[in-house]
Each structure stands twice: as C-alpha cells, then as structure tokens.
Nanobody, 126 residues
Framework: ECSCRRSGGGLVQAGGSLRLSCVMS????????VGWFRQAPGKEREFVAA????????FYADSVKGRFTISRDNVKNTVYLHMNSLKPEDTAAYYC???????????????????WGQGTLVTVSS
C-alpha cells in the first residue's frame, strides 16, 4: 500500500519561506506523479503544484508560479514543495497526493489522484 507522509508546515510571517515534504512508501516512487493541493477554511480544495513521474515535468497554479517550486528526490522517495515569498492568502491545509497513471491533462485534477497524505497546516501572518 502506498502512503504519503508529509512534514513541514507551521506559522511564518508574510514574505517568509517554508518547505513541505511528502514521503512515499510501499511502491516504486519514481513511477508516481505527485501533486500538492491546498484547502483554506471555507474554500474548496485547489491545485498548487505537481511533478510528473517520468521526465519530471512540473505544473503550477498561476497563484504560486514564480514563488513555489516542486521537486523530487527518487532516492529518498520524497517530493518537496519549496514555498517562498509567502502571502497571507497562502494560508491553508496542504496535502500531497500521488498516482501512477496520470496523464498530463489530469495533473491539476485532485480527483484523478489515488493516494493522499494527511494535511499539514501552513499559516502566513501579515
């Protein structure tokens, strides 16, 4: 069984940085595409960033482009979300998700991912 464990998160001032980690176990990590999603209180879940299993192509929401970077370390079975220049509107619970069969057009669709980790709360104070 594949599991996604996340670490990182916490409280940071606007303009600060955080790094979230998502560790997978139970499967061949390199065969999985991984995405990050977030959900703010009272709002729907939204796509943040994703990295494809083969080739490592990356995808970003317009709201985080240029500030967030997603990367993967297939040796450590880990995907990272580096978040810079954080804004109060980035405050949310962040979730990582993984899937072995996503096509490019589905990378931003949370419903297409089979495996989800528990959320980690990121709070950005103004």
């Amino acid at each position: 069984e594949c599991s996604c464990r996340r670490s990182g998160g916490g409280l940071v001032q606007a303009g600060g940085s955080l790094r979230l980690s998502c560790v997978m176990s139970g499967r061949t990590f390199s065969g999985y595409s991984v995405g990050w999603f977030r959900q703010a209180p009272g709002k729907e879940r939204e796509f943040v960033a994703a990295i494809k299993r083969s080739g490592g192509a990356t995808f970003y929401a317009d709201s985080v482009k240029g500030r967030f970077t997603i990367s993967r370390d297939n040796v450590k079975n880990t995907v990272y979300l580096h978040m810079n220049s954080l804004k109060p509107e980035d405050t949310a619970a962040y979730y990582c998700a993984a899937d072995a069969s996503l096509i490019t057009s589905s990378m931003t669709n949370g419903d297409a991912y089979d495996y989800w980790g528990q959320g980690t709360l990121v709070t950005v104070s103004s």
